[in-house]
T-cell receptor
Framework: DGGITQSPKYLFRKEGQNVTLSCEQNLNHDAMYWYRQDPGQGLRLIYYSQIVNDFQKGDIAEGYSVSREKKESFPLTVTSAQKNPTAFYLC???????????FGNGTRLTVT | SQQGEEDPQALSIQEGENATMNCSYKTSINNLQWYRQNSGRGLVHLILIRSNEREKHSGRLRVTLDTSKKSSSLLITASRAADTASYFCATVTSGTYKYIFGTGTRLKVLA
């Protein structure tokens, strides 16, 4: 079955630690995305990548970093510089611009 | 922020009633998409309407688009308890790969 896998489902970290969220897709999609969702809120774009070895900042990139070394993988690192990292993080992909996004089931990150 | 707005923020209806939610956006678009999110899960694509279309149907879903007002509406007819979820609109800024989501409408359908 093709899809997007985000792991782990729940992640707990201490303040001041960097943490990396995994996103893997086997849909052969070129474009991949990371969104942040806070309780009762919409999705805000963190980073997106149209193609391997290239990525662009979204609306809330500060305190986050990404890499796109392989087509299938788009890991997101939440750094200690992110002031309020506790949130639900969603990864998505699409095969062509303007086509629907396919989403993973998210990682809920709690930083204490 | 480029984030679109949706209203109402929350909607509670009885099973069998129709649910209407609205979305406004800010940029020039190629299409507008609606998604559904069950609690604690990822989003699932429902329907896409192109900028040159005014209305589109899919099963119990009806979407309208008014590009002059930069707004869209999603109508769910004969709602069911299983329709309980959050619904989001999304637009792609013309000339980019940037998908921007609205703030969402939380729909609760009471059995």
């Amino acid at each position: 079955d093709g899809g997007i896998t985000q792991s782990p489902k729940y992640l707990f970290r201490k303040e001041g630690q960097n943490v990396t969220l995994s996103c893997e897709q086997n849909l052969n999609h070129d474009a991949m995305y990371w969104y942040r969702q806070d309780p009762g809120q919409g999705l805000r774009l963190i980073y997106y990548s149209q193609i391997v070895n290239d990525f662009q900042k979204g609306d809330i990139a500060e305190g986050y970093s990404v890499s796109r070394e392989k087509k299938e993988s788009f890991p997101l690192t939440v750094t200690s510089a992110q002031k309020n990292p506790t949130a639900f993080y969603l990864c998505a992909s699409t095969g062509a611009v303007n086509s629907p996004l396919h989403f993973g089931n998210g990682t809920r990150l709690t930083v204490t | 922020s480029q984030q679109g707005e949706e209203d109402p923020q929350a909607l509670s209806i009885q099973e069998g009633e129709n649910a209407t939610m609205n979305c406004s956006y800010k940029t020039s678009i190629n299409n507008l998409q609606w998604y559904r999110q069950n609690s604690g899960r990822g989003l699932v694509h429902l329907i896409l309407i192109r900028s040159n279309e005014r209305e589109k149907h899919s099963g119990r879903l009806r979407v309208t688009l008014d590009t002059s007002k930069k707004s869209s509406s999603l109508l769910i007819t004969a709602s069911r308890a299983a329709d309980t979820a959050s619904y989001f609109c999304a637009t792609v800024t013309s000339g980019t790969y940037k998908y921007i989501f609205g703030t969402g409408t939380r729909l609760k359908v009471l059995a």
